[in-house]
C-alpha cells in the first residue's frame, strides 16, 4: 500500500501546472457537472444560452441604434452581436467563478486537489455561450452579405484574450470571495456596471471622444474594452486601435499573472475560511 504525503508548497509564486495536468480528469468532471446543472437539467436545454444574449443584443440595439443614434459603419446588429460575442464569455465566468470555491466547499473540505481547477471548470462551460454567439455573428455576415475586413486572422488572437481576462478576473474572484464574501453580492452590480462602460453597443473611440485624456486612459484600464475594440476591427476594418489599446492589452495580462500569484498565496487556506 502507498502513501500519499501532501506538503506545502509555500515557496511556489505559482501554481503548480503539473499537478492541475495530473488532475484533469477531476476538471473534466467538474465541467460536465457544470454542464448539466446549468442545461441538461431545464425544459429548454441549450436554447437558454441562445434566449439570454439575444434578449440583451435585442434592448441594447433598440437603445443605442434607435434612440441614440450611435454610428457604427456597419448595421447596428451586427455591430453589437460582435461586441457581446466577447463580453457574454466574460460575463458568465465572472459571475460563476466568484462563488464558485464557496458553493464547492464541502469538497474543498474533504479531499485534497488543486483549487484552481474549479475556477477553471467554470471558464470551460462559459466556452458555449461563446460558441453560440460566434455563430449568431456568422449568420448575421452571411444575412447583410458583409465581407469580412483583412484582419480577420487577427480575431482569434482577441478571442484568446477575451478567455485570457476572463480566466483572469475569474481567479481574483474565486480567491477574494473565499475571504470576503461580500464579493457575492457586488459581482452582479460589477457585471451590470461592465456591460455599460465596455464599448458593447457603441464605439471604444466614442467613449474616448467624449472623454479628457486623463479620463480615456482610465477607460482603457477596463481590459474588455480593448478586447473587444480589437475584436471588432479584425471583422470589420476601419481605423486601427490606438495607443489606449495596448493599455487594455497590458491589463489583460497584469490581472492573469497577479491572479496566479494571489491564488496561491490564498490557496492553502481555503479550506480554513470556506
Known sequence: ??????????????????????????????????????????????????????????????????FVGVQTGVPHLIFTVAGMSMWTYFAFVMSNSGSSIITSQEMVKKIYFPRLIIPLSKAVVGLID?????????????????????????????????????????????????????????VPFLVQLGLYITPVAYPAE????????????????????GVVQGFRWSLFGGTPPDGYFWISVMMVFVLFVTSLLFFKRVEDEIADYV
Open 130 to 186: 461563446l460558441g453560440i454567439t460566434l455563430l449568431i455573428l456568422v449568420g448575421l455576415f452571411f444575412y447583410y452579405g458583409i465581407t469580412p475586413s483583412g484582419n480577420w486572422w487577427m480575431a482569434p488572437f482577441f478571442i484568446f484574450l477575451a478567455i485570457l481576462v476572463a480566466l483572469a478576473v475569474g481567479i481574483w474572484l474565486s480567491a477574494l470571495t473565499v475571504r470576503y464574501r461580500d464579493f457575492q453580492h457586488v
Open 1 to 66: 500500500m502507498q502513501t500519499k504525503i501532501i506538503t506545502s508548497s509555500s515557496s511556489r509564486w505559482f501554481p503548480d501546472f503539473k499537478e492541475l495536468l495530473r488532475y484533469r480528469d477531476l476538471f473534466l468532471m467538474l465541467a460536465w457537472r457544470d454542464f448539466r446543472v446549468r442545461y441538461a437539467q431545464t425544459s429548454i436545454g441549450l436554447l437558454w444560452a441562445l434566449i439570454q444574449p439575444l434578449a440583451t443584443i435585442a434592448i441594447l440595439s433598440l437603445v443605442f441604434g434607435n
Open 206 to 225: 466614442f467613449a474616448a471622444k467624449h472623454l479628457p485624456d486623463w479620463a480615456a486612459s482610465l477607460y482603457y484600464l477596463n481590459p474588455m474594452a
